[in-house]
């Protein structure tokens, strides 16, 4: 059987389609954990301010900001640092499109600017990549 034959392009793609998920599964499970994590955290906290007096709400809310602020989340830093630079991607292909629009209607200096911007929206949504905490997966 010849590589280009169409059961062996759809068996391609669903290796490539299984090793995605294979990621994305890896990626759920790391989130779930650093969920759990979080979660159990949070129930430590909940049971020290419990046994607090009840005038003392800022301090318990200081304390539960605290845990908060100091929980580490690669996985879901790097998790949300892909979401967003997929937003940002989606502008740059937006200004991609109003580049091809101008350039139809003969407008030069548009096209120029537009593009320019549209590499710009994409060395930001890099930079979002690269700024996560790492975990990336």
């Known amino acids: 059987m010849s590589d280009d034959t169409p059961i ?6 669903v290796t490539e389609l299984a090793a995605a998920l294979d990621v994305q599964a890896a990626r759920s499970e790391a989130l779930a954990a650093e969920n759990a ?4 955290a949070m129930s430590v906290t909940m049971e020290h301010v419990s ?7 800022g301090v318990a809310a200081m304390i539960i900001n605290d845990a908060l602020h100091n929980s580490e989340t690669p996985v879901t830093d790097a998790f949300l640092a892909e979401i967003r630079a997929q937003g940002v991607e989606m502008y740059a292909a937006n200004l991609d499109s109003s580049a091809d629009d101008a350039e139809r209607r003969g407008f030069d200096d548009a096209v120029k600017f537009l593009q320019s911007e549209a590499s710009a929206v994409r060395l930001f949504a890099a930079q979002l990549r690269g700024n996560s905490n790492g975990g990336a997966l």
């Not at 994590?37 to 159990?40: E, F, G, Y």
């Open 37 to 40: 994590a979080l979660k159990h």
């Open 51 to 57: 046994v607090m007096d009840t005038g003392q709400a």
């Open 8 to 13: 062996i392009t759809i068996a391609k793609m």
